[in-house]
């Protein structure tokens, strides 16, 4: 869960006076996706709109990167971009001038990261996230799995926390021909007659997949009145199935 606003100020602040590795690592694990700030200037060249972030010179002779956790900042300039923490360190670390990334929060206080430590921050969080999505995975399976021989109503409420923000893979049939595009498969399921197929992966040699966030795939379902609903298949070949009606609640049925 991403934190909020109030959450990101309290850790840079702790991270800040206590400048321990365990007091900036649980800041950095909470900030790969979260927005921050960054001055930026526009200028025109030939024509092209071409966007650059000004390194702040320090008193040492070095230059930094200032990465600012709110608008508000005092220090952030009127002329401004945004981007997620991951994607600033990634560009940070390609700027041949910059020695520092410094991170500060609206009571600036500060955390500052040296150039030659980006990549292995970087490192830590990607390995952070394929471990949470692997757990996420093996959770849902578990929870699908569990579902074939529980009640609907017992797990609903776990799949659905499960399924949040998480993409899913329509089963699709394969356009024919250069400029056809492929069109998603329908099944009969639970006595629906126009049921769509999502799997969690694409593990399954032979499929045509069409990625979709669950959120997405439920408002694409209740805009189109001839489809029934949807039936999730895990990689053990369990599945749930919502109708139109379940959706706004849970799954109606586990089966395998």
């Known amino acids: 869960m991403t934190p909020d606003t109030n959450e990101i100020e309290e850790l840079v602040r702790i991270a800040a006076q206590e400048n321990s590795h365990a007091a900036r690592?649980?800041?950095?694990?909470?900030?790969?996706?979260?927005?921050?700030?960054?001055?930026?200037?526009?200028?025109?060249?030939?024509?092209?709109?071409?966007?650059?972030?000004?390194?702040?010179?320090?008193?040492?002779?070095t230059n930094a990167m200032m990465l600012y956790t709110?608008?508000?900042h005092p220090d952030l300039p009127d002329s401004f971009?945004?981007?997620?923490?991951?994607?600033?360190?990634?560009?940070?670390?390609?700027?041949?001038?910059?020695?520092?990334v410094i991170l500060s929060n609206r009571a600036s206080?500060?955390?500052?990261?040296?150039?030659?430590?980006?990549p292995s921050i970087l490192?830590?969080?990607?390995?952070?996230?394929?471990?949470?999505?692997?757990?996420?995975?093996?959770?849902?399976?578990?929870?699908i799995t569990r579902a074939v021989h529980s009640a609907p109503e017992e797990l609903s409420p776990s799949i659905n926390s499960a399924l949040a923000d998480r993409?899913?893979?329509?089963?699709?049939?394969?356009?024919?021909?250069?400029?056809?595009?492929?069109?998603?498969?329908?099944?009969?399921?639970?006595?629906?007659?126009?049921?769509?197929r999502a799997y969690l992966t694409r593990r399954r040699p032979g499929i045509t997949y069409g990625g979709?966030?669950?959120?997405?795939?439920?408002?694409?379902?209740?805009?189109?009145?001839a489809i029934n609903g949807?039936?999730?298949?895990?990689?053990?070949?369990?599945?749930?199935?919502?109708?139109r009606e379940s959706l706004k609640r849970g799954p109606i049925e586990g089966s395998s």
């Open 25 to 61: 690592y649980r800041l950095f694990r909470a900030l790969p996706h979260v927005e921050l700030f960054f001055p930026l200037k526009i200028r025109r060249d030939e024509g092209k709109e071409v966007r650059a972030t000004p390194l702040l010179r320090l008193q040492d002779g």
């Open 212 to 225: 979709i966030k669950w959120e997405a795939l439920k408002e694409m379902i209740m805009g189109e009145a």
């Open 70 to 72: 709110s608008k508000s």
């Open 123 to 143: 490192s830590e969080l990607d390995s952070e996230e394929k471990a949470t999505a692997l757990q996420a995975d093996e959770s849902l399976e578990d929870l």
């Open 109 to 118: 206080q500060s955390v500052s990261v040296r150039k030659e430590h980006i």
């Open 167 to 196: 993409e899913l893979y329509l089963e699709m049939t394969a356009g024919r021909g250069a400029e056809s595009q492929p069109t998603i498969n329908i099944f009969p399921v639970h006595g629906m007659p126009n049921v769509l």
């Open 230 to 243: 949807v039936q999730i298949v895990n990689d053990a070949d369990d599945w749930v199935a919502f109708d």
């Open 81 to 100: 971009g945004g981007g997620a923490f991951k994607d600033a360190l990634a560009a940070a670390q390609k700027m041949s001038a910059l020695d520092w």
